[in-house]
């Protein structure tokens, strides 16, 4: 893609609504556009940094065996009655009437949805346990949208949802989420921790937050900093493991403020070994047994004859918050690196270009398209404008890899700047080696 052609709407001004980095920046950067409060329009650069986030959670579902569905945005209101949840939820939830007078509304989140769907089409338990998920646009009507695709009023979210026949098969479900959780966050190149936490309009007793440390974050956290040392590499997804690994992270302490307790924090965290400090939920998983399967009669056929009510979970990944979450993690005095798995492109060719030699520009072309031979995902920034202004400008869109062609280029030697900033001479075979890697 050549940077003139691209539809990215750049901005110099620091849009004065954006209170913190990534919002300011998404601006900046044309990577989003409000269109109204909490909702965005998602411009192609945010489209597609957004688009590979999605893929990677999608790709981490799918290896624990998740299959894919998909369910509408408009529910009907009769399902949420037979739960309670219509009235419980309050004014966060998007209700409409259609033209029959029937009351619908935006779905804030699946639980009833799937467990209809469940019921009307699992009899036996020979078809347990399942695991379902969805990657669907959600409306919750936050009375303060802030922070932009940070705390939105409509946001893209991972739904997952578990169905087992008892506590136990269900616990190892809620296993195989929460370590899937981590391999997904650790691809982000994010460092998430999974802290005790409550489970508000959702319900159940057993729950996790993921979060990510950020000065900015909207969760107040307080951890043993011995969190970092466990090692996703020492664990697998069989049941042992699993069990090992939840055991592991349940022997350190690290609750968000709800469940924060001075003493307890004290007696059993050193005190040079406390971490008191902020983060962003990007997940947030629940164990509620039988909440909805009981009140919506979504039973299966047990061994024996006997009924059973389902046991079930619900797991959900912030995909848009994500694309904010992660640019306050990486953003650092002023540059923008995206990590490599979610870049909007791998590399940017940067010519200087003067009116009356277009030599860069024509060696840029060249560097182009040997590169997209490659199936490298390019982008020429073709634009007349100083070097000074470019730098800036690359700064701020945050693609991990740079070529310069400049005085420093020859026929086939040039300046590329890695991921770390770190600038040397190199053949073009021996750039396009180190992006392939
Ligand atoms: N049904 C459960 C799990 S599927 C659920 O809805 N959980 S949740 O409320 O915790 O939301 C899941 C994730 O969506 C959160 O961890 C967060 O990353 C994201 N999220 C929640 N509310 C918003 C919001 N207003 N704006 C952006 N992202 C949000």
Partial sequence: ???????????????????IKSHQLMLRTGMIKQSSAGIYSWLPLGFKVMKKIEQIVREEQNNINAQEMLMPTIQSADIWKESGRYNDYGEEMLRIKDRQNREML???????????????????????????????????????????????????????????????QAKLSYNKMFYSYLKTFKRLDLKAIPMKAETGPIGGDLSHEFIILAETGESKIYADKKI??????????????????????????????????????????????????????????????????????????????????????????GVS?????????????????????????????????????????????????ELKKQNIDVLLD???????????????????NQIIVGSKSTEDEFEFKDKDSKSSILKLNEIKSKLKN
């Fill in 228 to 317: 970092f040392d466990i090692d996703l590499k020492d664990y697998s997804y069989t049941e042992e493991s699993l069990e090992k690994m939840r055991n592991d992270y349940s022997s350190v302490y690290a609750v968000t403020d709800e469940k924060f307790n001075q003493k307890e924090f004290d007696s059993k965290v050193n005190k040079d070994e406390q971490l008191i400090t902020k983060g962003i939920e990007v997940g947030h998983i629940f164990y509620f047994g039988d909440k909805y399967s009981k009140p919506l009669n979504c039973l299966v056929d047990a061994q024996g004859g006997k009924k059973e009510t389902v046991k079930m979970g619900s797991y959900g990944i």
């Fill in 321 to 369: 918050r994500l694309v904010g979450a992660i640019i306050e993690a990486k953003y650092n005095k002023n540059v923008m690196k995206w990590p490599k798995s979610i870049s909007p492109f791998d590399v940017v060719i940067i010519p200087n270009i003067n009116k009356n030699n277009k030599e860069n520009l024509i060696k840029s072309e060249k560097i182009y398209k």
């Fill in 106 to 168: 935006y779905g804030p989140t699946n639980e009833e949805l799937i467990t209809e769907i469940f019921r009307s089409s699992v009899k036996s338990y020979k078809s347990l346990p399942q695991l379902l998920y969805h990657i669907q646009w959600k409306f919750r009507d936050e009375i303060r949208p802030r922070f932009g695709v940070m705390r939105c009023r409509e946001f893209y979210m991972k739904d997952a949802y578990s169905f087992d026949l008892n506590d136990k």
């Fill in 1 to 19: 893609m050549y940077l003139s052609k691209l539809f990215i709407p750049i901005t110099k001004d620091l849009p004065t609504e954006a209170k």
């Fill in 382 to 400: 073709d634009v007349d404008e100083n070097m000074s202004n470019k730098f800036k400008k690359h700064d701020l869109i945050g693609i991990p």
